[in-house]
């Protein structure tokens, strides 16, 4: 079993920035960042492989946004850049065992807490 903790988020004004982190307890293949807003089902944001080589965004966040990772920390990251209101969501880190980026969120097998981002228009 895999745990993750994410941090990072908070307030920000339109056009601001935040850095997401997520730690993972263990090893992990592929990592993936989700997001829910109230009253709308959870969407995938980014996701990226065990190596780094293969990453995918959903198309509102490309140019925006940016996922990484860091093995040696079991870490991910995921860089958001000129915010808008419509980011505004419960983010989710996830993992999932295949190393294949998908969108599906029941395609991942262990998920975090969730951290509130709030970007004001």
């Known amino acids: 079993q895999v745990q993750l903790v994410e941090s990072g988020g908070g307030l920000v004004q339109a056009g601001g920035s935040l850095r997401l982190s997520c730690v993972a307890s263990g090893r992990t293949v592929v990592m993936g960042w989700f997001r829910q807003a109230p009253g709308t089902e959870r969407e995938f944001v980014a996701g990226i492989s065990r190596g780094g080589g293969t990453t995918s965004y959903r198309d509102s966040v490309k140019g925006r946004f940016t996922i990484s990772r860091d093995n040696a920390k079991n870490t991910v990251f995921l860089q958001m850049s000129s915010l808008k209101a419509e980011d505004t969501a419960v983010y989710y880190c996830?993992?999932?065992?295949?190393?294949?980026?998908?969108?599906?969120?029941?395609?991942?097998?262990?998920w975090g807490q969730g951290t509130q981002v709030t970007v004001s228009s």
């Open positions: 996830a993992a999932r065992n295949r190393n294949d980026v998908v969108i599906t969120p029941s395609a991942y097998d262990y």
